[in-house]
């Protein structure tokens, strides 16, 4: 953390005449971190009950006919008999998909939350930063305005969509990958109870994931918010600074660091596909931009 903050400190050239260099504005990593808890602890959730149900199916005695009771009990006889393996593949996929619609109906719930929640608090730190930053120029006035500027509106539709997108597909595509195990150990014989650390195993690298996407999705949402917000206020150009702690730190992005560039024409992000972005627009990319505010009649160079 020292590294990472004395980088977007350090002066990385000295401002010409009739240009101020803004601090970095920088995301409310607090919130991300909160909302990646939230995610993490209704996956763990989600694990639990999922655990407790192959427990309960490997622990049947006599699986065929037991189960062939309950759903006989529940649902009245079944059409066609597939034999015992059938009725234990009917009863598994009516479990899961009863917990596939729980949990879908509570991450749609958390998304909304949280997707909202992200957006304030980052619209609060960027107007905090901005008014700190702009406490000594008359430009502070006109921040509020700026909440109500069409590529504002652009940029928190699609901050919200990408983040609940992120957050409701969770529960489908785990109960989809749980389901097609339980019903693999059930047609070979292998063993439900085998799920059981497998499921757990998938719960902490789903839990690290989760926490990871919130990271990224808080950063994101931040950089797209001050770039609107700073091209609204005329603002045209950002000094380009690199913040590590990457394993893999990406040399394209260490290369730019210190230099100018402009929102409307932003360089290369990544090699390999040619896309064009600013600080934080990459997957998982920590860099951060300050912004480049030129006075009238100031030169361009």
């Given at each position: 953390m020292r590294g990472r903050s004395s980088?977007?400190?350090?002066?990385?050239r000295t401002p010409r005449a009739g240009e101020k260099v803004?601090?970095?504005?920088?995301?409310?990593?607090?919130?991300?971190?909160?909302?990646?808890?939230?995610v993490a602890a209704e996956l763990r959730a989600m694990t639990l009950e999922t655990r407790a149900l192959v427990r309960s199916l490997a622990r049947?005695?006599?699986?065929?006919?037991?189960?062939?009771?309950?759903?006989?009990?529940?649902?009245?006889?079944?059409?066609?008999?597939?034999?015992d393996g059938g009725d234990v593949a009917e009863f598994a996929q009516r479990r899961i998909d009863a917990l596939r619609e729980r949990y879908r109906q509570r991450f749609d719930a958390l998304a909304d939350q949280w997707a909202r929640r992200m957006i304030l608090g980052v619209q609060a730190q960027s107007s905090a930063q901005l008014r700190i930053n702009l406490h000594d120029?008359?430009?502070?006035?006109?921040?509020?305005?700026?909440?109500?500027?069409?590529?504002?509106?652009?940029?928190?539709?699609?901050?919200?969509?990408?983040?609940?997108?992120?957050?409701?597909?969770?529960?489908?595509?785990?109960?989809?990958?749980?389901?097609?195990?339980?019903m693999s150990a059930i047609t070979t014989g292998?063993?439900?109870?085998?799920?059981?650390?497998?499921?757990?195993?998938?719960?902490?690298?789903?839990?690290?994931?989760?926490h990871l996407v919130a990271l990224d999705q808080v950063r994101k949402a931040s950089a797209n918010v001050n770039a609107a917000r700073l091209q609204a206020l005329g603002v045209e150009e950002y000094v380009w600074v690199h913040v590590g702690g990457e394993?893999?730190?990406?040399?394209?992005?260490?290369?730019?660091?210190?230099?100018?560039?402009?929102?409307?024409?932003?360089?290369?992000?990544?090699?390999?596909?040619?896309v064009k972005g600013k600080p934080g627009d990459a997957i998982f990319c920590r860099c951060v931009a300050r912004p480049v505010l030129r006075f009238m009649g100031a030169a361009r160079t």
């Open positions: 980088a977007a400190r350090r002066p990385l803004l601090p970095p504005l920088t995301p409310p990593l607090r919130l991300a971190r909160a909302m990646g808890a939230a049947l005695p006599d699986a065929g006919a037991q189960v062939s009771q309950i759903l006989q009990a529940q649902d009245g006889p079944a059409d066609g008999d597939g034999g120029m008359a430009e502070q006035v006109q921040i509020q305005a700026t909440l109500a500027d069409p590529r504002m509106r652009a940029v928190v539709q699609a901050s919200t969509k990408s983040c609940t997108a992120l957050i409701t597909r969770i529960p489908e595509q785990y109960l989809g990958e749980v389901q097609v195990a339980v292998s063993g439900l109870d085998q799920l059981v650390p497998y499921l757990t195993q998938r719960y902490e690298d789903d839990a690290r994931h989760a394993r893999y730190p990406r040399k394209l992005h260490q290369s730019y660091s210190g230099k100018t560039f402009r929102y409307d024409d932003p360089p290369v992000i990544d090699e390999r596909t040619g």
